[in-house]
């Protein structure tokens, strides 16, 4: 779905580069020494609560704090389909944000208080994201290769931090040949984590959805896009071998490097149809990036 001027329509949330607080102009000096004036991405810290527990701070832009303390609790096993959500309080002034449940879970002593930076996923409990793939099985879907090429058009010409500032990471919801919701956030994990929050919120369902990311495809972006239950997990960037690994044990189609007309899928190919015409997908030149990237 797009308008007149071709810019597609069809979000259900999308990035605003414009929306106060996400970014900062910064003056500085360029190459040739003349004075420049740049804008720069916010960070600000996010403590997390499940009810009385304090449970992680996070560095994050700041937008959609329920959706990111949400996903993240659910993304780390903390809290679980069955825990009903009574509340979720967020008070910008001392930035905080509480999940409440009707019964106090067994997760709250899980995690001391940690910092998690925006580079790195320092305090999550790995162990227990390992423990939730056990039995897990993904649904059997089918990816056309045409939908993923449009996929790829529309996200990385959208407007968003990640054009307009870079030093950030976006992953976006889709179905189809439809992107559906668009987060983004200086830890790549703290955008996968919105986006679960979201999908929790809205009872949207995984089984036909495919995640895209601007970010490595690394184990713990797996195992998280496993634990939603979403079947194919897309990428511009590269993989690590265990993320690989991982990807291979539970079944998810795992496809990086898609610049162009170019992609590797490295787990999964089964749920590809190969019906794009490569020869009409316009292609980058090699080693072209976007502008702006992280």
Known sequence: MTNGDGAYQGWLLAP?????????????????????????????????????????????????????ALGFLRNQGMVSDSDEITGIDYDEEVETVVVRTKVVTDHEEKLAKKTRTSGCAVGTVFGDMMEGLEGLTLPHSRVKTSDLYTLAKIINTAPSL???????????????????????????????????????????????KVLYTTGRLTSEMVIKTALMGIPVLVSRSGFTAWGVEIARQVGLTLIGRMRGQRFVCLSGAERLEWDADVSKVSDEPKGAGRKGAA
């Open 162 to 208: 990640y054009l307009s500032a870079g030093a950030i990471h976006g992953t976006v919801l889709c179905q189809g040949p439809n992107p559906l919701v668009y987060m983004e956030d200086v830890g790549r994990h703290n955008a996968v984590d919105k986006v679960s929050g979201w999908m929790a919120l809205q009872g949207a369902s995984a089984a036909d």
């Open 16 to 68: 605003d580069p414009a929306r106060p607080g996400l970014t900062r102009a910064v003056t500085g000096t360029d190459h040739l020494g003349a004075e420049i004036e740049i804008n720069v991405v916010e960070e600000r810290p996010l403590t997390i609560y499940l009810n009385a527990r304090e449970i992680v701070t996070a560095m994050t832009i700041g937008d959609y704090p329920e959706y990111l």
